[in-house]
């Protein structure tokens, strides 16, 4: 098309700038594409996701796991240790590790430490990331008789509760 001499300069300057022919000087430019994994069309990053998924993501970034596996934990005790220990106990402390669960009687207490492999792998199992290594069973808390305005010196009465 331009290849034509009797073609005046200006008119194949003119079609080559319309884009009809390509100039031989000129050579394309090609913009790259930065791949940005998140904005890349038809990427897994491009899918919407669940609100469940965003707020897992969420507390794993934030470090919240641990507290909020610990939390499901005592949230979900009944089903954990069972319907029948979980009316007789209810976890009270953890500590470095070691979850303390409070009975109703001392029978329970003990009858509770027979079953603590059990409860400890179950534990573990549904929620690792609560950091629980081992568990204490202890019975239910009884009044002192050392203060108070009824307070005797020596050793009081002895009497077991529970």
Known sequence: MTDDPE???????????????P?????????????DGENAPFTPGRDPRGLGDVLS????????????????LVRTWDEVAGADTAAHTRPVALDAGTLTVQADSTAWAKQLQL???????????????????AIRFVGPDVPSWKWGPRAV???GPRDTYG
């Not at 073609?7 to 884009?19: A, C, D, M, N």
């Open 23 to 35: 100039s031989p000087y000129r050579k394309k430019k090609r913009r790259r594409r930065t791949d």
């Open 115 to 133: 079953m603590r492999a059990h409860i400890l792998s179950e534990i573990i199992r549904r929620f690792p990331e609560a950091g629980v290594e």
């Open 153 to 155: 010196p020596g050793r």
């Open 7 to 21: 073609l005046p300069e200006t008119i194949s300057t003119y079609l080559r700038l319309r884009g009809l022919e």
């Open 57 to 72: 993501a969420l507390t794993q970034s934030a470090g919240w796991e641990p507290q909020l596996s610990r939390e499901d």
